[in-house]
């Protein structure tokens, strides 16, 4: 089963912090790092750790930030043949955690702005999962060229052309994104998170789902809506039911809080086995 990703490349430069400033305050960090990220390239990787083949279609810089962001998805085996290099400079998302691991994100698209998609890049997958870090053409061609299942991951938000949400077999959103989105019912399935306290799967508007993630002590949040989308398409692909679909989501975005960093958090499919066995 192969899974296309047309998604973002970031660096992110992460600070951690006692508490989250308030609006005109200046606090001082307790650590700072950069971690590779960008919510198509967290995507693949989760799917790869997932085991999964996937191929990742994006558009980095060539400057020295681009081979930082790459580095796990080359140490891990996603597909980077159809990475585009450009002359803007690779994305940055800019990131703040505090100790409850809540977070801030603000993110630079440099690159990312710049990405085209092809039919040749999106046919013939078993699955094509998009995100909102690229432009709308990008994810309207993703939605467009796509033969088998084709997931949106409707964040950061923002209106949403009606053909891709038609086209869409699963979009997954949180509930502040749910709540400002209209015209998600025309989506197949809708996947909407809620942190801690789980998610739902809706169909066609009704609820199908219901799960709540196991306890756990969060860390950093940051990649834990990755790791419940890759693991819900996961689940699409191997057919299963909606309700240990969503189970075995929410696991996964546990998992992934309990981890500071966005890609090193994401969880493989045995770890997701053993915190689901208690």
Known sequence: MGVTVVGSVNLDL??????????????????????????GANQALALRRLGLPVQLVAAVGIDPEADRALEL?????????????VTEATGLA?????TAGETTITVVPGANATLEVSAAE?????AVL???????????????HATGLFVLNAAPARPVPAEVLQRADLVVVNRAEYA?????????????TDGPRGAVLLRRGRQAAAATPPPVQAVDGTGAGDAFL?????????????TDLLIRACAAGALAATRSGAQ???????????????
């Open 264 to 278: 090193p958090s994401l969880p493989t499919a045995e770890q997701i086995d053993e915190v689901l066995a208690g």
């Open 122 to 126: 999106v046919t013939g997958a078993d």
């Open 180 to 192: 400002t989105l209209p015209g998600l019912q025309a989506a197949r399935a809708v996947a909407v």
């Open 230 to 242: 890759a693991t819900a398409v996961a689940g699409l692909l191997h057919g299963l039911p909606d």
């Open 73 to 85: 998805l080359r140490q891990e085996g996603v597909d980077l043949h159809r990475l585009q290099r």
């Open 14 to 39: 992460v600070v951690t912090l006692p508490r989250l400033p308030d609006p005109g305050e200046t606090l001082t960090a307790t650590s700072f790092t950069r971690v590779p990220g960008g919510k």
């Open 130 to 144: 998009t995100v909102l870090e690229v432009p709308d053409h990008a994810v309207t061609a993703a939605a467009r």
């Open 94 to 98: 800019l990131i703040a955690v505090d």
